[in-house]
């Protein structure tokens, strides 16, 4: 069974920077696309960050320039270095492992805060 595991998550002051991580365990298959959501209540939940097995980013307009993400193949884990952190990138982020086959795992979910 594939598991993910996040970590990284907390109260920072504005400005501030946070990096949030996700290991999965288990028996992955091929990875396709590996990434960061977030859900703010009563807003629709929104693709930050995502990362193709080719290396390839893409990200939200709201995080471009302040968040980065990167991966680690051999530890199955993927990153989301967030900097210049804003009072409205604060809520819960998800990531997900997507397979080729199109199974696709999620996290746990971790909070973010940002306040003074």
């Known amino acids: 069974q594939v598991q993910l595991v996040e970590s990284g998550g907390g109260l920072v002051q504005p400005g501030g920077s946070l990096r949030l991580s996700c290991s999965a365990s288990?028996?992955?298959?091929?990875?396709?696309?590996m990434g960061w959501y977030r859900q703010v209540l009563g807003m629709q939940r929104e693709l930050v960050a995502s990362?193709?097995?080719?290396?390839?980013?893409n990200y939200a307009d709201s995080v471009k320039g302040r968040f980065t993400i990167s991966r680690e193949w051999r530890k199955n884990t993927v990153y989301l270095q967030m900097n210049s952190l804003k009072p409205e990138d604060s809520t819960v982020y998800y990531c997900?492992?997507?397979?080729?086959?199109?199974?696709?795992?999620w996290g746990q979910g971790t909070q973010v805060t940002v306040s003074s």
């Open positions: 997900y492992f997507r397979e080729l086959g199109g199974q696709q795992y």
């Open positions: 990362i193709t097995a080719s290396g390839s980013p």
């Open positions: 288990g028996s992955i298959l091929s990875i396709n696309q």
